[in-house]
């Protein structure tokens, strides 16, 4: 081990022991932005971004326990990103299956599957929810995978949703809007039932949320870190959890 990796060690134990606990996000949300610029950088294929991009993610889920997050939500496929050319999107649909998979044979996470399942191919979405799926009894920490996610979408098939159930109760539309509240709308989200996340991040140094969790981000806190995703690292995750504990949360007050 080297003198860099001695000195890297020993900040990232100081940041950690740093963080109080009760100042812990329990809900992050991650936009894991860059792996294209990432391989560019390298003089590598596309392909290979994504796939370095991929292999982040388990120690991501592992430096979020020893934190004590309890949720972390990752956008791994836009909406917008379904349009690009097949030689791109194929390669990392087949990523993004395996990614899901080895998570859920680990059997140490539980996997959900946020966002328009139905724009993916059928193969594709088929095997993400049934890997999601066999996760549903673990224990562990709160996995959400956003594919195929676009925060517009999640509002509209949200309403979309909710119009459906009010039609099978025998509602009227003109009762609906009558009775109508926030809370009607959050019930219907790719992430009902959870808290909204108290922090994201986007690495990559762009600074936009690009429609991710447009509903829930409301009053989260946002940190923008300039690495790339596949260079991100558990010292810069403790910057961004140690950003969060020294804010001041105002709930738009």
Known sequence: MGLGDLIYGAYARRLAAGLPPERVPRHVGVMLDGNRRWAREK?????????????????FLEWSEEAGVEIVTLWLLSTDNLRRGE???????????????????????RVNIVGAVRLLPAQTAQRLVECAATTADVAGLVVNIAVGYGGRREIADAVRSLLREAQAQGRTLAEVADTLEVTDIADHLYTKGQPDPDLVIRTSGEQRIGGFLLWQSTHSEFYFCEAYWPDFRRVDYLRALRSFADRERRYGS
């Open 43 to 59: 003089g590598a294929g596309t392909a290979a971004g994504h796939q370095a991009g991929a292999d982040n993610i388990v120690p």
């Open 87 to 109: 030689d791109e999107l194929a390669p990392l649909l087949k990523i993004i299956e395996k990614v899901v998979a080895d998570l859920a044979e680990a059997r140490r996470w």
